[in-house]
């Protein structure tokens, strides 16, 4: 099994409603996503499936976030943009993009340089 990751950001705002602390009010991060893929067979150039590919649909999900506020973007209405519900929404729309052969494995969503949410999908 090969695996593929591509790193990328965007900067954002959001606020968790409900939260019991500071991520209640209004704030930003510079969040960094990592994008992992598998696959099982190499083409006749022995790769899976190009980063430049890779990058260009990860690049087209991420900019719709791109200095938003995430609580106003259509993927979180009636829930909090938490990075664990950011990440599984990566996942997700990445994964309609990806060729036959290719099936995603998981994204992490760091928050900061501490704190990361991963999603993958058995």
């Known amino acids: 099994m090969y695996r593929l990751k591509i790193i990328d950001s965007f900067s954002a705002a959001h606020q968790l409603h409900g939260y019991a602390g500071n991520c209640e009010a209004l704030h930003g991060h510079n969040w960094k996503v990592e994008v992992q893929v598998r696959g099982e067979k190499v083409n006749d150039i022995g790769i899976v499936f190009d980063f430049k590919d890779l990058k260009l649909l990860t690049k087209r999900v991420l900019d719709s976030f791109d200095h938003g506020m995430l609580n106003e973007h259509e ?45 993958g999908e058995p």
Request: aromatic share 12%; proline share 4%; with cysteine.
């Open 75 to 119: 993927a979180f209405q009636g829930c909090n943009p938490s990075s664990e519900l950011i990440a599984r929404y990566v996942y997700r729309e990445i994964a309609r993009g990806l060729p036959g052969g290719v099936a995603m494995e998981s994204v992490t969503v760091w928050e900061s340089d501490n704190a990361a949410a991963t999603y």
